[in-house]
């Protein structure tokens, strides 16, 4: 039985896998071996003319990368920042209706997000009518709601909740406030939530495809991962190394915050819900 789990999780890690490794071995392929009619998965002779073309000849390319990377980054930021403050008044902070608002925040989770780009685009496009304060075509019109999602809520504030009330209590009776208690005592607890937060979200939001297309008409502000797709219908030659790069920084999070992402997501309150 062992030995039948194994080959299913070795066979599933390979289907995977195989994208990857896939466009990588590609991108080193010359234009001729790509646009041959067979399938081919290894390179007749490694080269770079894809990544020198990529770089010399499509500079709007890292023009569309740095706009991912500023959206991802500020999203990143944004959630962490709205979400610690959020989490800890829920988990630690006893006023009324509280209970309530974490409900919502769980009812708002269990929804897909596609179901919220209606409603957002109705209220950005009012805010136009009636405010005359422009959000859609702009980066505010997929920054807003990737900021105050309830996700980075959810999870920060079970983790906080693992902190025992004892602790917070000592904190008050020296005479610490709240802000003290959260920055002294209650930020340093919950770093490893908040790394694990924090690769969650870019992987998320690298990946971003319909928020932008939905919110943004403007092809200049558009991210790399809607970018692609022009890549890959307008110069096929250097769509691999375009994919190859746009992989690798969410591979290297991936792979450089795996211990955090496990920690975040083990040692919190995820398993200590009352």
Known sequence: MRRVLLLLLI?????????????????????????????????EQFNLQQYYTL???????????????????????????????????????????SRVLFVIYVLALLLPFQVTLVPNYLIFDASERLLHITILDTHLAILLPGIFSSFEVYLLRQFIRGIPDEIIEAARM?????????FKIVFPMIKPAIFALAVLVFIDSWNMLEQAVIFLSSPEKLPLSVFLETIYYND?????????LYIVPALLILIKGEKYLRQGLSIGGLKNEK
Request: hydrophobic residues 55%; charged residues 10%.
């Open 236 to 244: 096929y030659s250097v769509f691999y190394a375009g994919a190859v």
């Open 11 to 43: 066979i599933a890690s390979l289907l995977y896998i195989f994208p990857i490794a896939h466009a990588f071995l590609n991108s080193f392929m010359s234009q001729a071996q790509i646009n041959t009619t067979a399938i081919e998965l290894i390179p």
């Open 55 to 97: 770089a010399l000849y499509k500079g709007e390319y890292f023009k569309f990368f740095l706009n991912s990377l500023k959206l991802t980054s500020i999203i990143i930021a944004g959630q962490i920042g709205v979400g610690v403050f959020a989490a800890f008044a829920l988990a630690k902070m006893k006023f009324r209706g």
């Open 174 to 182: 020296d005479g610490a406030g709240y802000g003290r208690i959260l």
